[in-house]
């Protein structure tokens, strides 16, 4: 990521459903799924290990490797039941309450959507993005 590079515009959630339900696989999809991630005022480790400093989040650099991305998703299409799947990533100085991520899945049953969205936003997490809490 370039510093000082500014934040993307979200994209809508509606028209990422009509372009799955348009797309061919639509006919084998039983479900869709979305994940959207947001910018919180807690700092990670105080939600995640109960440890807290006493700060609090005022913003976020986030940025992302593509291609660890791309890599997840071709991954995560693997998954039995997997038809669709549609990512977007911000970038930049993050506010709170900012969109860091949409996640898209649509699959053949409950059980596997739920699944391969979180096999996806885990990796995606944890191997494709960077996040430096901006802490006041």
């Known amino acids: ?15 990422w459903l009509k372009e799955a339900k348009a797309h061919p696989s639509a006919l084998k999809v039983g479900m869709y799924l979305v994940h959207n991630g947001v910018v919180r005022q807690t700092p990670k480790a105080q939600v995640r290990q109960g440890i807290s400093d006493g700060s609090l989040v005022k913003g976020m650099e986030f940025a992302y490797d593509a291609v660890k991305v791309d890599a997840a998703i071709a991954e995560t ?4 039941g997997i038809f669709y799947i ?3 990533l911000n970038e ?12 898209l899945i649509g699959g053949d049953i409950r ?5 391969a969205l979180q096999f996806l936003v885990e990796k995606i997490k944890t191997e494709c993005v960077t996040e430096i809490e901006q802490k006041q």
Request: a neutral charge; aromatic letters at 8%.
């Open 1 to 15: 990521m370039t510093p000082g590079k500014t934040k993307k515009i979200s994209p809508s959630v509606d028209e």
């Open 77 to 80: 299409y693997k998954r039995e």
């Open 86 to 88: 549609k990512v977007w």
């Open 92 to 103: 930049g100085l993050l506010d709170i309450g900012d969109d860091i991520m949409y996640v």
């Open 111 to 115: 059980p596997r959507v739920i699944d």
